[in-house]
């Protein structure tokens, strides 16, 4: 287990969506941060404290987590003074990088030196099956996307934690390295090799209570070439009972697919329900949500009042507006 | 680059099946193999000359190729004492298993003593790139099926073939273990992390001359519960501009997955196309190939017949009669 509270790592990032690894955590697990590190010509701010890595120390930091991501999943060199000094005062340091911790002979030395534990979230420690498709009891929610980066770790989350508030059975289960760093457990999905990727969901989501819901985080889109495999292993791996659709209504074209414009949600709705029915005939559609960051509240308002009444579904901004609709029709499904 | 001509070891394959990989390099590499060697308990056969090790090497033989898969894809004990005699006999070793022969220490040790390889061509030896979506030159067709093992593989390579006859520019990329021993490159997609999937599809196909084809090898299957990510990964990373159904009408369960019936025809091509769409508005089907091998051969030619007037596509078994009428509507598109 990662050793808690954290200092959290932003590092260069060049913007906000670069850091959604801290902002992540820092939103769901707030109590776990107690500041944050940022270099120079750092584009993201969590709004909490920036401190020192000795002000971290004193303040009980036990575990430095790198909190930001860049393309490639790279270790850069301009971080690396700043993680040493972190192991030298104390603290492991964790990770949800493509390239490991565990891989950087400078951070293995003085992490042995030091008797500090190096995390690589990313990489899984488990052999997981191929998939079986067999039916599971208990319910499970899946988070599709109009593209990645849209919001359905957020909606997960948030639908887990209102069911919580509802007294009612439910879990959430990360795929990812934020989610895996909130939840302090989950499968890596993105580092799991081809043929195990369904396998992998199938072993995340085992069988319930016939009342227990699981939120699984979504990855990735189906529309998103460089990841639409890793989306529908969750969608066959996770048999899901309702789908939540993920639309970031200002984007005018996919995330690191430039000239590829975002689909509508009727598209994403068809697509997720059809590849769904394959392992679950009665797999729903609930709701959707949308995420109005870059708008005005009065936008906001009347882009999910539009949506709702074109989609006939439950529709909200997570953040703005809460999911309260979203588990009302969760709950009556 | 593994050494030719092969002796294919097809062990104590317990049927026809399990020779698959063996059976794939005879049939489109006839000059690679100088003989089969079968262990007491074979139930294959190529009908092709079984001779000793001593005899393979005198015949020039450079390279054993496991031409075997057993479930769970390990290295059998009882094949152990016939792959280190080929070793001791001056051969190398060729292996499609998820099981390494590089992770077997007895091998492992004969090999270097003897300065011989191990080649594992289900491990991928490069670091692929996250796939970007952007246009490539050329022309690419991917074979999809309604279900795994349907002739995806065979049905690509003898396109390949069709067109080096017709005097066209054409290539056969391979995605799994049988076509890389066949074509001697290739990825072998279902040891791919899952982040770079569609990007070592894109790696596998470059830009080409505009009038150069891809046969991109399929895998798996959109509906196929298990394996769907991977297919969907080949659809996003191959841009594809023809895609090929592939069926076996017999087949009453997907592969692997009782109780899950295979989608119809129509429905693969429909979501095979709207997946293609993404990342090639201009894709078309342009064939089907039927593996009719269970059926005689009055009701072989019934089948096609009749599945090529429902679906209004050119339709053949590849096997019985060959794929010239699917070459022509490739070479018109």
């Given at each position: ?87 030298n005062a104390g603290m492991d340091l964790a990770s949800g990088l493509h390239v490991l911790l565990n891989d950087q002979p400078d ?227």
């Amino acid at each position: 287990m990662i050793e808690k509270p954290y200092l959290l790592f932003l590092g260069d990032a060049p913007d906000r969506l670069a850091a959604k690894v801290a902002i992540g955590i820092n939103e769901w697990r707030p109590e776990f941060a107690v500041g944050q590190y940022r270099l120079d010509g750092c584009n993201a701010d969590l709004h909490i404290e920036d401190i020192s890595i000795a002000e971290a120390v004193a303040k009980g930091a036990k575990t430095l987590v790198i909190g930001v991501a860049n393309r490639g999943g790279v270790i850069s060199e301009r971080w690396k003074p700043h993680l040493l000094e972190a192991l030298n005062a104390g603290m492991d340091l964790a990770s949800g990088l493509h390239v490991l911790l565990n891989d950087q002979p400078d951070l293995v030395q003085v992490a042995q030196e030091k008797g500090r534990k190096l995390f690589d979230v990313r990489k899984p420690t488990v052999d997981y099956p191929i998939a079986n498709g067999q039916k599971r009891s208990g319910k499970r929610c899946v988070a599709v996307g109009t593209d990645v980066s849209v919001g359905k770790m957020y909606v997960s989350l948030a639908l887990h934690k209102g069911m919580q508030e509802r007294g009612k059975k439910s879990s959430f289960r990360a795929t990812g390295q934020t989610g895996i760093l909130i939840e302090g457990d989950g499968v890596p999905l993105d580092a799991v090799v081809a043929d195990f990727m369904a396998g992998s969901i199938e072993y995340l989501s085992p069988a319930q209570d016939d009342d227990h819901w699981d939120f699984i985080e979504g990855q990735g889109s189906l529309f998103h070439a460089s990841y639409s495999g890793v989306t529908l292993s969750i969608i066959h791996g996770g048999q899901p009972d309702a789908l939540v659709l993920c639309h970031e209504p200002t984007r005018a074209f996919m995330r690191g697919l430039p000239g590829y414009k975002l689909p509508s949600l009727e598209a994403l709705r068809d697509l997720s329900l059809t590849m769904a029915k394959t392992v679950n005939p009665n797999c729903k559609v609930i709701g959707i949500a949308l995420n109005t960051r870059e708008m005005e509240d009065k936008e906001a308002r009347q882009i999910v009042d539009e949506t709702e009444q074109r989609m006939e579904l439950p529709t909200t901004d997570p953040v703005r507006f809460g999911v309260g609709k979203i588990i009302d029709s969760l709950i009556s499904l």
